[in-house]
């Protein structure tokens, strides 16, 4: 360049400078090319639910209604590169510099969905495929009475061709269990007998034509609401006997031969976090990353639940106070609010009716404070059902299931019943926000029902985000003056302490080599919970890594952001705008919500 005369070396660097500045777009082309990247991430999604007959009727619809969903590798790697073909398609035909905001967040949220993905089928059969707490064996039956409609016969054929293909989705079960098994992936012993239990009874029952028999009971029911003549509904009806008492017991049979020869193998590992499997730690850190969106190490998790855990004992002996309790011990407090039987509900039917009554009843008197809270409600009802017979022992004490977009199924905020001792008086309040209002049904029917966004942002999912929603719901009731009762309040403390409490003990299990009884012990010291109750938790922990952690870290990030904007905002801070830009765009990472928020505080600040 020294020989370039000064002039034209000016003239280089502007014109370079030129083609380096972003073009800017008219109105008008900003919302064609958006128009046009909305139609074809629609486009997309659509052609994904055909060839997902689950998550088709899982939101409402019929495609592929007499089919289940391909759990094989070649199909999971098929999914992943059409998904990558679709990106790269969208990036060379579309400009997304064009774009409106909310579209380039969607193209965003695709390019870390892929990511996710691609980062997940490294460790595929790193997971456990069946446990207590999930698997096709409880899956499969609680989908189709609780998703699977009966509007007409073709409907019910399709439940019955849903039967008769059982078997394969058990075969590729199967399958995925033993490259698990091959890559010395097994499931911690404890998980073995609920498992066995429930196969056990779920095949004693496909003999039986009374109630027990869970699937014979919705199909019969489902059936007698149709309009058509009595021996076509008896016809359907010997039909899903037979093929229940044949195909789907023998599938069940298959599963629990399988099952039996593997708790061997368990038995000799014993009960370990994920250090133990190969490549452990980067598995572990892999699902701290997805469940938290952030890049928190095991220790930054475990220092943050230690410091947060202290925080809400402080919060605690403040209430130990306020009700005059006889000790400065927490422990006995503890103790009292376990074992004293003001705190309980009866172990009947009276005390199911009357637990399921109060969830009714909270969720009723939390209605009249929403529109204080929100500028967005959901339209989907709710309803508050008791968890099923077949799945209520191993299942969680209470849990939430979205609505159909259609409008066709309501949101279900599911109560376990199994184990009264396990649900206590003092904890139904915050758990009904935790699960209800405001919790996940305000955030995922919202989220369902969002217009001028793809398909796909509507469904997404990230656990610190809707977890994380879901505990900062609790604390909204505080908010707004609920928790009137002071045991009640504790009941909020004792629900959010058990979620810093997974931060120490998550972490502590897959990094620190703690065990099942080193987790309890940390539990029963620190929180109020049932020994029950923090069993089933624990097990969770080791069966579900990292998932437990997504809650606590949510909830610090939605309160850090909240009070970030009240300081910034001043008297222009609203609550409820908060809430909508919180809420209406879907599920984020914790990163795509904090440049969220911060965008509209600096949009805020503009305005007069």
């Known amino acids: 360049m020294k020989n370039v005369p000064f002039l034209l070396v000016i003239l280089l660097i ?18 064609a090319e958006s128009k046009k990247v909305n139609e074809f991430l629609g486009k997309k999604y659509d052609e994904a639910i055909e060839r997902s007959p689950e998550q088709a009727s899982s939101i409402g619809l019929k495609t592929g209604y007499d089919s289940w969903s391909d759990r094989s590798d070649e199909n999971g790697d098929k999914e992943l590169s059409i998904a990558k073909a679709n990106l790269d398609s969208l990036k060379k035909n579309f400009n997304l510099d064009a774009l ?14 892929i990511a996710h993905w691609e980062e997940g089928r490294k460790f595929r059969h790193h997971g456990y495929e069946i446990t207590q707490m999930g698997g096709v064996h409880n899956d499969l039956p609680a989908f189709l009475i609780n998703v699977h409609r009966i509007d007409s016969v073709t409907d019910a054929e399709a439940y019955i061709s849903r039967l008769k293909k059982i078997d394969k989705v058990f075969e590729q079960t199967i399958e995925n269990l033993k490259k698990s098994e091959a890559l010395g992936v097994i499931p911690p012993h404890f998980t073995f007998k609920y498992v066995t239990d429930d196969l056990k009874y779920f095949i004693a029952s496909c003999d039986k034509k009374d109630a027990s028999n869970v699937l014979l009971s919705d199909f019969t029911e489902k059936v007698e609401q149709l309009k058509i003549d009595k021996s076509v509904k008896g016809m359907l009806q010997n039909e899903a006997g037979e093929i229940l008492r044949t195909t789907v017991k023998g599938s069940y049979l298959k599963l629990l031969d399988y099952w039996t020869a593997l708790e061997v193998k368990a038995k000799a590992n014993g009960d370990n976090g994920v250090w133990s499997l190969p490549n452990g730690e980067a598995y572990y850190a892999k699902e701290l990353k997805f469940h938290t969106t952030t890049n928190m190490t095991p220790e930054e998790i475990y220092q943050t639940g230690l410091k947060d855990v202290a925080r809400i004992q402080d919060e605690m002996r403040v209430i130990m106070k306020q009700v005059n309790f006889k000790s400065d011990s927490l422990q006995e407090f503890f103790d009292f609010v376990r074992n004293d039987a003001q705190f309980k509900y009866s172990n009947d039917a009276k005390g199911k009716k009357e637990v399921l009554a109060d969830a009714n009843k909270y969720i009723d008197t939390m209605r009249v404070y929403l529109p204080q809270l929100f500028a967005t409600l959901p339209k ?113 403390l004792s629900m959010e302490i058990f979620r810093a409490a997974r931060l120490v003990v998550d972490a502590g299990i897959h990094t620190k080599h703690w065990t099942r009884e080193q987790a309890i012990d940390y539990f029963m010291k620190n929180t109020a919970n049932a020994k029950g109750d923090i069993e089933k938790e624990i097990e969770r922990y080791f069966l579900w890594p990292g998932q437990a952690t997504g809650y606590k870290i949510g909830m610090i990030k939605i309160l850090e952001l909240r009070e970030h904007a009240k300081k910034e905002l001043g008297d222009k801070f609203d609550i409820r705008q908060f809430h909508d830009v919180v809420l209406t765009n879907g599920a984020v990472s914790l990163t795509t919500l904090e440049e969220l928020v911060k965008n509209w505080i600096a949009e805020r600040k503009k305005e007069k």
């Open 100 to 113: 409106d905001a909310q579209t380039k967040l969607s193209v965003r949220m695709l390019e870390e969905d």
């Open 14 to 31: 502007a014109s370079c400078n030129m083609k380096n500045q972003a073009k800017t777009y008219t109105a008008e082309e900003t919302t």
């Open 380 to 492: 989907a009802p709710l309803v508050v059902k008791q968890v099923e017979a077949f799945r209520e022992k191993s299942a969680g004490g209470a849990f939430y299931e979205d609505p159909a977009e259609d409008g066709s199924r309501p949101g279900r905020y599911y109560v376990n019943t199994y184990d009264m001792a396990d649900e206590p008086k003092y904890q139904m309040e915050a758990l009904t926000y935790h699960e209800a209002i405001p919790g996940h049904h305000m955030q995922i029917a919202i989220a369902q029902e969002l217009k001028g966004v793809p398909k796909f942002r509507r469904h997404e999912f990230f656990t610190a985000y809707i977890e994380g929603w879901a505990l900062y719901a609790e604390k909204l009731g505080k908010d707004v003056g609920k928790y009137e009762d002071p045991y009640s309040d504790f009941g909020r």
